[in-house]
C-alpha cells in the first residue's frame, strides 16, 4: 500500500508559479513510478509529468519547457515546478504512483492516488 498526501496547490495570477508536493510513504517499490495528473470540471484525467526510479521524466506536450517534475529520494517526496502558469492549467492535481506503468502519461495505469490539491489560474 501507498499514502500520497499532495500539498501547494492555490490561486495565482497568469504567469505566476507555484510548487506542488506530494509527501509518499508506504511500499516504496509501488512508488517506481510516479506522475502528476490533472483533471478540470468535466474534462479526463490527463497525464502532465511523470518520473521513474532512474530518473527518466516525460512531460504532456502543453507543459514542456513550463513544468518540472523532480523528487527527493531522501524525503519520499515528488514535487512539480510549475511556471508560466496560464488559466488552462486550472484543475485538480493528484499525485500517483506504481510498481510499473506502460504508459507514463496515462493515469488508468496508476493504481495509487493522493487526494489532489486545486490549482487555480486565473488572467
Known amino acids: 500500500q501507498v499514502q500520497l498526501v499532495e500539498s501547494g496547490g492555490g490561486s495565482v495570477q497568469s504567469g505566476g508559479s507555484l510548487r506542488l508536493s506530494c509527501a509518499a510513504s508506504g511500499d516504496l517499490q509501488s512508488m517506481s513510478y510516479m506522475g502528476w495528473f490533472r483533471q478540470a470540471p468535466g474534462k479526463e484525467r490527463e497525464g502532465v509529468a511523470t518520473?521513474?526510479?532512474?530518473?527518466?521524466?516525460g512531460y504532456a506536450d502543453s507543459v514542456k519547457g513550463r513544468f518540472t517534475i523532480s523528487q527527493d529520494s531522501a524525503k519520499n517526496t515528488l514535487y512539480l515546478q510549475m511556471n508560466n502558469l496560464e488559466p488552462e492549467d486550472s484543475a485538480m492535481y493528484y499525485c500517483?504512483?506504481?510498481?510499473?506503468?506502460?504508459?507514463?502519461?496515462?493515469?488508468?495505469?496508476?493504481?495509487?492516488w493522493g487526494q489532489g490539491t486545486q490549482v487555480t489560474v486565473s488572467s
Open positions: 518520473i521513474n526510479s532512474v530518473g527518466s521524466r
Open positions: 500517483a504512483s506504481d510498481l510499473y506503468v506502460c504508459y507514463t502519461l496515462r493515469a488508468k495505469d496508476y493504481t495509487y
